[in-house]
């Protein structure tokens, strides 16, 4: 019945609200009515009497506006009345609302995006891994420091006798090159893997099988395809179950299909094909890793029996690492650390932490430049209403209720900013390429980027904030002045104390953009300073066409003829400066380097090339026709280069990179020297002499230094893969690839050829160091603006406190000029006090990033003066309008207005 | 309403659902009757006595509709309910503990 009642009531005042209030009204007017009435029949002359009701009543407006608050859902109804109101008043000043709201929005969509991708790279679990959470990752640590891999002995014997894990793998990736059928050869991410890997991490094919046990063993190698991979190369096919493809060269049967979303248990690297480890040693020639303590290349995961903690763990796989050490010398000295989680080693996660917080701090210190900014802006504002709220005072509001209405205000604004930040961070999330680039992330890296709770609390909780800053600073400014002397003094005069924790506030904001614009300068300045390092060799107009044999089934011979028709060609064509061969073309990021040695000092025959053979050392080969130095402007510094006489028929000869020289003959003159390198299979290849020194390139990355780099004649290695023509255009330019494709479809119209320019080969490497410096460069701007849009709310409020001030000025003679400039110097003060601050922290900002890019040098002073250059114009800018408008202040109008 | 004697919270509620326990009585009757029943002791403003109307009928002890009065103006009358009656039980009740208690102590030498 209560109830009913109070639902009825509800109904009443909130939806029947105008039946109510007639209801209301007649009850009172009935009251006034019967009230005259009974003064007239008392005797009262009907006019006097029905005024002596009225003064009784004491005012009808009154009285109903008491009943009305007995009414339930009263609270709702003022609410809703307050919020109109709010938005009727934030409406009547469009250009802060809409400022207000932007900026937060800015601030809250940059922080939650950011907020998504660190959760989403660094907490997230190995997808489609059936409980994540039971599985550890054992790191090997040598004399307390964290070291690489386990030899598969070790990894055996640890699986046959820890009790403290239901299961251990092993496995580790790499990338080799992939060829079938199906699509053009590449390089994919392969991973060798033990064979109870798929079992041990709860994993069930989408197609066909996965990798068991028993194929460790089996003599037909065996390969499972991840189900992108399967999707994109092969439709989904279930017919390549079955069927062969070719890794590095190798033929491997495909017998299944990884589950959708399965990326192996390497995070970083998304995995594309999985092999049995034993079939490692066959495809990169090191038939003796497995039968070594020392050959380290597995990453081991085990999965927690039933009922055990990490630290069980831990103290049983010490025991028995202990054990390890003290049978084998080779594991002298090493321990086993366990980490819960699988997917990232430790060095990876602690890489990957770096970019991601380097960036989430320059985020932070915009979403707190937008909160300043805001608050800053309502400080203005609050100026601006001080008559206003000073009259509502004045009418009787009370403080308590005119603060609620202020932070309504806030509320309004914040809940406006915080729904266009979530949109702003559902764009940049849902866009992976941006997130990838703000993480730092290589290509095809698995990313969960969904928004979650967690993230949505951070920016309600960020939004919260901002509604309080938004709200207490005009508070603050009328708690504290009298309302009467507020009114008395009129829209110009006021407080004549200058506002310092405004002043602060903005100078606050300059540093900090500040310090996110030199930041951007220095990496841009980096970046351009990488590009002016000469790589070695010139990549202007120059092209590559990589031929593929293998799908025009040409033999040995043919393919040796055609290289030989297509020199020719190329050779005879007048645009062309110079043609060469070369089985590696810089930049080549993918290629990895191989074992070289000494003349004599190779070891034998079919010996394990693991750890680190004596005397061996790690360089990078290219198989490259004698016109190759030419074409890629590559110095011979000593010696000679190739000549077309160095065939099969001569003595084997090679030339060595000068890091190389230095690195195998430090001291010494290297040529004349026999250098050594083991072929693909274990084969032994004759002793090449060094005929040659050649200039350093940085074959693999331009942003790495030059590695050492064996060229060895195509003309004497007919069983290296050399199918890259590398092209030099005389002009430079243009029409280059069209010339390629046709002196290939001269030569023969079967052979497929892709075409390459290699700046733009370079460009791609660069591409996420560009981006991610225009991200920071985005910041420090968006930043500034904020800065200035703050800068230029303390400067025209100046100028508006100043008013009488500065007319009497310009009575008594001050030019024009000589206002403007006196506004202008009162901006630039908080401005320079702002950059001063900045270079300070920007000190501090330079260690962090000294920390992640490779050659940020110390003092970068260009940097520090375009950014200090940014902050003066902003400033100029910022303070220009009030001060034209200072200067036009007419005395007599200025005098007359209050 | 009577300087000398101050009318104490909830007391207003009690003396408007007693008023209304005769008969069916409009705004200004409930005014009058309750200057009756307190011999002039209580005379309810309608600052005072519309609101606390609005709350009981909101509460459901009190109903209204529209009647007329002797003198043929149309007004809102207010009576009592099933539950309002009840209330006023209780609340009498209650009130005369209270008046007890507060004699009782108040006497004690």
Redesign the interface.
Known sequence: MRILATVRGLWLTLLRRGRAERSLDDEVRAYVDLLAAEYEEAGMAPGLARRRALIETGGIEQVKEATRDAWVGRGIFTFVRDLRFTLRTLRNAPAFSVLAVTILGIGIGGATAIFTVIKGSLLQPLPAVSDAGGLVTLEPVKDGTLRYGFSYLDYRDLREQTRSLAGLIGYDGTSMTLEDRRGPRRSAWVSYVTGDFFSVLGVRAAAGRLIQPADEEAANPVVVLAYDLWQERYGGDPGVIGSTVDVAGYPLTVIGVAPPRFIGAMLLYPMELWIPFTTVPKLVSAPGMLDSRSGRFLRLVGRLAPGTTVDEAQQELSLLAARLADAYPADEGRGIRVFPGAGMTVEERTALGKLPHLLAAAVGLLLLIACANVANLSLVRAAARRRELATRLALGASRRSLFGRLLLEGAVLAAAGALLGIGIARLLVRSQSIVRTIAGMPERVGLDVTLDRRVLIVALAVSALAALAVSIAPVLHVMRVPPGAVLKDGAAGAVRRRSFGQRALVAGQIAASFVLLASAAIVLNTFRRVLATDPGFDARGVAIASADFEEAKLDSAQVMAYRREWLRRAAAEPSIAGVAMASVVPPAPWVRPGWVFRGGEEPPPGARLDGSPAGGRRAYVDVVSPGFFDVMHVPITAGRGFLESDDNGAAPVVIVSRRLAAAMWPKENPIGKMLSLPAAGGRRRPAMRVIGVAGDVRLASIFDEAPPVAYMPVAQHPEEDVDLFVVRSRSGGGALEATIRAIGAAADARVPLHTRVVTEMIDEQLQPQRIASAWIGVFGAVALLLAAIGLYGVVAQGVLQRTRELAVRSALGASPRGVISLVIADGMRIAVIGSVIGVVAGAVALRVLQSRFAGVSVVDAPAAVLAAAAVCVATVAACYLPARRASRIDLLEALRCD | MNDETPLLPGTLDLLVLKALSLQPL???GVSRRIEQITRGAYRI????L???L??L????WLAASDGE?E?K????YYRLTA?GRRQLERESKAWARVVDVMRIALEWS
């Open positions: 409009h705004g200004l403003g309608p600052g005072s519309f609101p606390a609005h709350r009928e909101q509460r459901g009065s003198n103006r149309r007004a809102k539950a």
